[in-house]
């Protein structure tokens, strides 16, 4: 792939009814439900939040989020989700570019879920901690640099468990997981093998 992740991109990887080609709806990524399981749902942000599969999640669950993301179509198939699931108005769905954007407010919950935006990935993971409310939660899925190869991506677009843990491994942070793990999930393509990062810190 020799193409920037920029706006043109994402809004031509969510094609006019606002699904990704050959990924359909997908159901929430599972290690959101994973790591999640022991935190006391308040506010959340989805940072890339795609067509909505996580934030819907969450919201079911209790939190009340937002779901920002650079592509209008993603955006406006997530509201449509949100509707057939009887979920809208659970959350609010803000056109934002993560490099750029300054929300001007934090959050309990920080997610983000394979966003991989055309500034690389540790510099928009470095950025959307600080929105993390003291005591909150950030929690990273993104893809392994290991995957790059199998998956398609470019380097650019993966991370090291240890390069992402360590932005955070500073005063002001504990992170509570830091692991690799691999999965397979049925696309509109087929099996695919999905190598991943996964971590969790906790703003102290
Ligand atoms: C591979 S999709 C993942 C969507 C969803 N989080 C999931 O896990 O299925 C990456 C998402 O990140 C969004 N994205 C990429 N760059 C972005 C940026 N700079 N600001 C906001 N969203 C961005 C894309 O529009 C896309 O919806």
Request: net charge negative.
């Amino acid at each position: 792939m020799t193409h920037d992740f920029d706006r043109e991109y994402w809004e031509r990887h969510w094609n006019a009814d606002g699904v990704a080609v050959g990924a359909g709806r997908l159901p929430a990524n599972p290690y959101v439900a994973t790591e999640t399981a022991g935190l006391t749902a308040g506010w959340a942000l989805d940072a890339g939040c795609g067509n909505g599969g996580e934030a819907l999640w969450l919201a079911q669950q209790g939190w009340r989020v937002t779901g920002a993301d650079i592509s209008a179509s993603a955006l406006a198939t997530a509201g449509a989700r949100a509707r057939e699931s009887g979920l809208e108005g659970t959350v609010e769905w803000v056109e934002a570019d993560l490099t750029t954007w300054e929300p001007g407010r934090t959050w309990d919950l920080v997610v983000t879920s394979y966003a991989h935006p055309a500034t690389g990935q540790l510099d928009v993971y470095r950025r959307i901690g600080e929105w993390v409310a003291p005591g909150g939660t950030l929690l990273i899925i993104g893809h392994s640099h290991d995957d790059h190869a199998g998956h398609g991506h470019p380097e650019h677009a993966t991370a090291t468990v240890d390069g992402a843990a360590a932005l955070f491994g500073g005063s002001g942070w504990e992170v509570d997981a830091s692991y690799e793990t691999t999965r397979v999930v049925e696309t509109g393509r087929g099996r695919t093998e999905l190598n991943d990062v996964v971590v969790r810190a906790r703003r102290v």
